[in-house]
């Protein structure tokens, strides 16, 4: 709902992805220590969900998305993105 139904993720040049969201995905990847949680959670295509796999998101990419996300959800802030779970 976040997202619209759109994919979160970028499909090129640092733009989004313009599909219609089929997966969630955990953006830090639970295989590699992500959380199961709602900022960690990112609406992906098909696509986009397995060009990502299980690779540890840069900083770079994290702060474009999380920009890119207040202009879509409304707050005019940067919406944290990623979480790892407690050791």
């Given amino acids: 709902m976040r997202a619209s139904g ?3 993720l970028e ?4 733009r989004r992805c313009s599909r ?3 997966h969630g995905d955990h953006f830090y990847p ?3 220590g992500g959380a199961t949680s709602l900022q960690n959670f990112v609406a992906a295509c098909s696509h986009c969900n397995r060009r990502k796999g299980a690779r540890i998101p840069s900083p770079w990419l994290i702060s474009r998305l999380e920009r890119r996300r207040a202009s879509y959800v409304g707050t005019g802030q940067a919406i ?3 979480e790892r779970r407690s050791l």
């Fill in 6 to 8: 759109r994919c979160e």
């Fill in 20 to 22: 219609a969201a089929e």
């Fill in 11 to 14: 499909s090129g040049f640092g």
């Fill in 80 to 82: 944290p993105v990623g």
């Fill in 30 to 32: 639970w295989s590699k």
